[in-house]
Structures are given as C-alpha cells and as structure tokens.
C-alpha cells in the first residue's frame, strides 16, 4: 500500500514537472486545412523531413473551413502556421484574420484539381452537362412557367431524356468541406447559368434595385431573400449575391446524401450502389480506376490533360497559405514551402505530379517560388 | 383429519409432478436462448476477426529485390573532398535509377523508365544514404543490395493481383510484371517479416509506413492518463465511500458522475479544446492534452468501480481493525484499500482500455494528424493507433487497406493484453 502511496506523489510531481517544462513554442511546423491538399501536404512533408534536419510538419485535414478557421484565430504557438485550403480565402475570412493580428499572410497556389463526378464501372459511364448537374441537384428549379420550384426531377431521365431512367442518388461532400464548395461555385452555378433569367439576375449589379427585385418576382423568389441578404451583409447586395444564394442552395430531399469527408468511404458506397453517383476529388478517382470511371461533363472527361488543359469544367485551383509572423519564430516554414514548390515536387515530372497533382504552367509556377522566397503579403481588396 | 391431509398431500404431489415436465422445458428451452445469443455473438466476432487477419496478414510481409547498386560518384555528386554533410545530402535516387537501368537495358522510353523506377520504393534511397554515410568506403564500388519494393510491386509478388485482369483496372502495367518475373526466376526477389511496420513511423508510402509513432504516442498519452484519473479517481472514490457526510450534495455530486460516464467523449474533445488549449494555451496535437482529456473521460468509470470495490469490503475488516485501536485513516489505508485493490485496478485497467480505442475527443485537440516523427515526450505532436487506423483508412493509396487491418491486429491485441492483465490481477489477488 505504501508502494501505492509513493507512486501516486511521484506521479504528480512528475506531472507537475511535465507542466512546468512546456515550452513557449511548438518545434515542428504545424500545419491544418482542405483534405484535398493533404495527401499530397503529406508527401512534402514526409520527403522534407527525411532529407533535412527539420522536423516533420504535421498535417491536420479539418477541412477548408476549419482550417482557415484556426489559422485566422491568432498569433502563437497553438495556432497553426500554415493551412491548406482547395479554395481560395474568402473576403469574410481574410477580414477575420486582420481583425485577430494575422495580418501578414502568404498566398501559394499549389496547382489544380479536377472534381470528379463517377459512378461504379458495373454501370454504363455517364455524359451529362453542368445544366444537367444543375437540374438534378438544385434545391429549387425552373418549372414550366419559368418560376422556381421544389425539384421534382427523381430520375436522371426527368433531367434530360437522353440520360438512364435511374433515380437520382449522389453522394458528395458536406458543407465544411473546399470540394462542395468548388463543387457548388463551378458545377451548379456553372448549370444555372444556362437559365437565361438566372444568368441576367447574376450580371445586376448593387444598383440596380428595382430589376433585381423584378427580377425575383419573376422567378418567384420571395423578396423576403433580398431583405435578409441585406440585412446579413449590412449593405445592398448585388444580383450575384441572389443568384448565388439560389444556385448554390442543393436540395435536401434525400437525392443528395453528404457523405462526410472520407472520400474512400464513396468509392466503397458506390461500387455496393452502381446506381448512385458520387462527387470527389481527382485524384481519388485516378486511384480507384478499376473501381470507378469518371462522368464526361460537357463532353470533357476528368483526365490529367483536360484537367491541366482547363478544359475539364468542374476543376479548381489549391492553396496553401502561410503565416508570415510565425516565419523565422518555427523554424521550417518557408523551408517547407521552398520544397513543395520545387521543381521537384510540382514540376512536369515531379513527385506531386505523380501522385495526381495538376501542375502549374511554368510561368506560373515561377510567379510562385519567387512569393515563397520573398514572403510577399497577400492583399485582397 | 389425517386423511384430509393426506389425500391434498398427494394432490399437491400431483400437481408438482405435472407441471414439474413443464418447467423443465422452459428452462431447457431458455439455456437454448442463451446458447444461441451466445453463438451470435461469437459468430459475429468470428467473421470480423476473420476479415480483419485475411486482410492485414500479408502487412506483416515484406518484399524486397536484389539490385547491383553503383555507388558510382559521379551520379550521386559526391566530389572527392566531400564533408560527411555532402555525402549525406547525395542524390540516391538517382544512383537507383542508373542501377536500374544497367540491369534493364533496353528501357528507352520515358513512360518506360517511370515505370521501371516504380519498382523500388521512394525509401530506399533513404536507406542507401544511412549505409553511405556509415560506411564511405562504399563510394566507387558495386555492390548487390536488398531493396525495398514499391507497395504496387510488392503486392503483385504476394499475388495480391491477378495478371489475367485488364491493365487498365490495376495499378501494375504489364511491362512491370514482366520485369518483376524475370527477377523473380533470377531469384532477385525475396520476402521478409516487415520489421519497419514496427520500427518506423507514419508515411504516405504504404511499404514504409509503420505504426512505431502511434504505438508511442499512444503510451505517452495513456500515461498522463493512468498518472492523472488513477490518483484522482482512487481518492475520490475512498472519501466518498469512506468519509463522506451522505446528504443531498453527495447525492448529487453522485448522479453527477454516473451522468458523466454517459456523456459522449466528443464533448470532452471540445472542452479540452476550449479549456486546454485555447485558455490555457497547452500545445496542440501533444499527448499532454489528449491525456488529459482522455483522463476525463475514465474518471467517472475509475471512481464507480472503485466505489464498488471499497463498498464490497467485508464489514469484519472495519470491526476487527477499529477494535484493536486503529484509526479511520489507518483502517482505510492499511486494511480496506489493499482488500479493494483487486477491483481498484480491474476498474482501471478497463477505463484505461478504453481510452486506448477513443479518437472522437483526440479529433478536436489536432491529435488526428499526419505525425512521421516519433515522439518523446508529451508535449511533441502525437497520434494514437486508433487514430493511425483511421488515417490509413482514410488514405487513397490501396497499399494502405492491409496496413489498416494490421494496425487494428495490434490494438486488439493491446486490448486483449490489458483485458487478461485486469483478469490475471483481480484473480491472483483474491486468493490471498
């Protein structure tokens, strides 16, 4: 019992020590974000960790959001230095970092990635148009009289009668995640630009109040949207905004099921399932080939040249951002960010490359490392 | 009068022997029931470990080729005067990738060469350059060495592939597997127990990739755990069977922890998150943290089984050692905990148990996370094994599916290990 005894005192005292001791700062680079950009994060992170004396970044996938969530919430050692990101930093965003001391940040565009839209290769592959994604999976769609309502397509065959009389059921991605909202921005607004009277709301500028709200009446939008949009943004907002807040809106009857981040958790789905349809990454797709085949999109099938080539409509450039004041204080970051936009790791041939990445063109890439060498500040208007 | 009684005597008899049949077919039939839950339940453990061994069996495996490696100075860039610095900075691939080619000659093409390349894994020129570096001599000779395969590579050679399946629906080409047969027949080829899934790290190459990191993220995790809620919940436990006043605080203070061992352990991950890291500003990802939170999660398992055990102490205990003069503290300490030892440490060691297979509350603090280095101490970033099984399955690569499997063989046996010891405690104890 006294064995007991002495253990339990030496174990708080040890503990105690183990507080004490805690250092001021985090030693390896920390880094957080999209879970797009980690797998191949990963890779620089593993190959600049064995091949120099730094410690090996570590990589948190929380997401788009989540991760630009943390980085923005400060200086110091339990914030992340660095965060991945499959979109580009919102205005709302970056407004928030500038309000909590993060105000010197590095923007590096780290190449771009197709977002496949697949079902199993049991089934026939599919050819569909961003009008087509755009009518299967929006919250509200034109009816006949040209006003907005509750979906009704159940079928691909509602959507457009040359596609299979399948019901509809696509897994994708939840909303935290940089995927759904490249997948919103490019595939469903892209589709809503095909309904000439979304279109028109889309180009109205602020001013134009009257035509904005005509508009509305028009596609049967209760101008109670307009009213709330202002009051959120605390100023007249644009037809942009409408049109977005309308394309955007994916509905929530059951044809769309958020499958959570795991994009391999979709790929099992839809090898049981071949008749559902799944929206993720493409490099995921590159990997699964004997499992999934990618939908051609506007007759572009997802593939490494068409991505490259931007003629792959559905594709979306990576990020990363860094935190300029934690440069010099952790040792390692713009080391890290040095390789990973090494002609080694994103070029033609480089290890990225080969694990799915689309590179950069030269010049861009050119544009890049001499931002990583200077550390230059992004600043968004 | 007698024989009133006599004649409801036999009745009785009667009537017991009649329904007696019934009764015994129920409780037959009702053994059957257990029987047959029983036999569900283990049927189901059966085919998940089943699944789980055929999966994860070949990781345990490892294949390697014979190549004549070229230690040729000018491909790796070593001048003459090289500092040890310079010769650990050489350019090993590119020695593979000459080697290669000169056991491969007629590879001309660009495709072809990648492809050739991607017989040998990214690590191997990691391990040529720790041999170079301790051995220098090597420099300027040829030598046969022992390389890591690529995961695609190696899972052709345990015939995880089959050749007769279209080229395109699998990873391995048919130029590929046309050269890995003919280093098979020359007897280049050899598979070894995988030691490095052991003695190295997390990487994002399925054939390096080791569960070492994790192993000791989660020892270090589970340590502040152990030093944090056994100590506590012990206490606890002893002045509230012990010592405490009953009324309505203790009542409540109670219901209060049979309520928190019912509380999801995400919820703990977001305290710690607001608590530990965000107030008191403790590192994130470090096993510090998760421990801590972990400890808030067995606590409330720590201080009711301990309670129980201290409550089931025999009562003779109390008296015999309160008659010869002894203290309240003296007989608790001296004669009641030892008693509850057994149980004490039964009930830890489940709590403990279970906090090795959490990873919900470790999801907030950043304790899920891509960690290569292993840590040493409990404030460098960590991960735990549960968590390593959830990124590998997580992951694209398809080298990573046995890796998965493998990992989760290890934590059951850990579970297993620590289930047995709490068994192996509480009986060797209870005989003395």
């Keep these: 019992m006294k064995n007991f005894l002495v253990g339990a005192i030496v174990a708080l005292a040890t503990f105690g020590s183990i507080h004490s001791v805690q250092a001021a700062s985090h030693e390896s680079v920390s880094i957080v974000g999209s879970s797009t950009v980690y797998p191949f994060a990963t890779v620089v992170a593993e190959r600049f960790g064995r091949s120099t004396d730094f410690k090996t970044p570590t990589i948190e996938s929380t997401g788009t959001g989540g991760g630009l969530k943390l980085f923005c919430s400060g200086l110091g050692a339990n914030t992340p230095d660095i965060t991945n990101a499959s979109r580009r930093i919102k205005m709302s965003e970056y407004d928030d970092c500038q309000t909590s001391g993060v105000t010197d940040i590095v923007e590096v565009l780290v190449g771009y990635d197709g977002i496949a839209i697949a079902n199993s290769t049991q089934s026939a592959e599919l050819e569909i148009s961003l009008y087509d994604i755009y009518l299967a999976l929006a919250k509200d769609v034109p009816g006949a009289d040209g006003k907005l309502i509750a979906n009704p397509n159940i079928t691909w065959e509602d959507v457009n009668p040359v596609l299979p009389p399948v019901k509809i059921e696509v897994l994708g991605p939840p909303p935290t995640s940089g995927t759904r909202d490249a997948f919103v921005e490019l595939a469903m607004a892209g589709g809503a630009k095909a309904v000439p009277d979304l279109k028109e709301l889309s180009a109205m500028s602020a001013d134009q109040v009257d035509e904005i709200k005509a508009m509305m009446v028009k596609l049967g939008v209760p101008l109670g949207v307009y009213n709330a949009l202002a009051e959120r943004k605390g100023k007249a907002p644009k037809g942009k905004d409408i049109f977005t807040t309308l394309a955007y809106a994916i509905r929530e009857d059951g044809a769309f099921i958020e499958a959570g981040e795991n994009d391999n958790l979709i790929v099992q789905k839809l090898q049981a399932n071949p008749d559902a349809v799944g929206i993720f990454g493409f490099s995921f797709l590159d990997e699964n080939r004997d499992k999934v085949q990618g939908a051609s999109v506007d007759g572009i099938v997802p593939t490494f040249d068409t991505i490259a080539g931007n003629e792959y409509p559905v594709s979306r450039p990576l990020y990363f951002y860094i935190k300029g004041a934690h440069v010099g204080k952790i040792s390692g970051i713009q080391e890290y960010a040095i390789e990973f936009t090494s002609l080694k790791a994103m070029g033609e041939d480089g290890y990225l490359t080969e694990r799915g990445l689309i590179p950069l063109s030269g010049e861009e890439l050119k544009q890049i490392q001499n931002d990583v060498k200077n550390l230059n500040r992004l600043e968004l208007e | ?432």
Excluded at chain 2, 56 to 77: C, M, N, W, Y
Excluded at chain 2, 111 to 126: P, T
Excluded at chain 2, 147 to 168: F, I, M, R, T, W
Excluded at chain 2, 256 to 278: D, H, K, T
Aim: glycine share 6%; with cysteine.
């Design chain 2, 1 to 432: 009068m007698n024989n009133m009684n006599k004649e409801s005597n036999y009745k009785t008899t009667a009537a017991i022997q009649a329904s007696l049949k019934k009764r015994h077919a129920a409780e037959r039939r009702f053994q059957w029931y257990g029987r047959s839950a029983v036999l569900t339940g283990f049927i189901f453990l059966c085919i998940l470990m089943v699944d789980i061994v055929g999966k994860g069996s070949p990781a345990f495996t490892q294949h390697f080729i014979k190549v004549d490696v070229i230690f040729d100075r000018e491909t790796l860039g070593i001048h003459a005067s090289a500092t040890p610095a310079d010769i650990a900075q050489a350019d090993y691939s590119a020695a593979i990738k000459s080697s290669l080619r000169t056991m491969f000659p007629d590879v001309s093409t660009r495709v072809g060469k990648k492809s050739l390349y991607r017989l040998i894994s990214v690590g191997a020129q990691y391990s040529l350059r720790d041999m170079v570096v301790e051995n220098p001599a090597l420099i300027g000779t040829t030598r046969e060495i022992w390389l890591l395969a690529h995961s695609e590579a190696g899972s052709y050679l345990k015939n995880q592939v089959s050749k007769d399946s279209p080229e395109s629906e699998r990873k391995i080409k048919d130029i590929q597997i046309k050269w890995l047969e003919t280093l098979r027949e020359e007897g280049r080829t050899e598979s070894r127990f995988n030691r490095s899934f052991f003695t190295s790290g997390d990487s994002r190459e399925p054939e390096m990739a080791g569960i070492k990191a994790a192993l000791y993220g989660s020892f270090y995790t589970l340590l502040v755990t152990f030093l944090l809620a056994f100590p506590i919940g012990v206490m606890a436990a002893v002045y509230l069977e012990e010592f405490a006043p009953r009324n309505r605080l203790t009542d409540l203070i109670e219901i209060n922890i049979n309520n928190l061992a019912a509380v999801p352990s995400i919820v703990f991950g977001l305290l710690g998150l607001a608590v530990f890291i965000n107030f008191f500003e403790l590192p994130r990802s470090a096993p510090l943290v998760g421990g801590i939170v972990l400890a808030l999660i067995t606590l409330p398992t720590i201080i009711i089984t301990s309670r129980a055990a201290i409550g089931a102490v025999s009562p003779s205990i109390y008296q015999a050692a309160m008659g010869v003069g002894a203290s309240k503290l003296q007989t608790v300490v001296h004669h009641v905990l030892p008693v509850a030892m057994p149980g004490i440490l039964t009930g830890s060691i489940i709590g403990m148990a279970q906090a090795l297979g959490e990873t919900a509350p470790l999801l907030m603090i950043g304790m899920v996370a891509f960690i290569m280095d292993v840590p040493s101490g409990v404030t460098d970033p960590a991960t735990v094994l549960p968590v390593q099984i959830f990124l590998w399955a997580d992951s694209p690569e398809r080298g990573f599916t046995e890796k998965t499997s493998a990992a989760i063989m290890v934590l059951m046996g850990f579970l297993i290990i620590m289930n047995a010891l709490a068994v192996f405690l509480r009986k060797r104890f209870e005989l003395k």
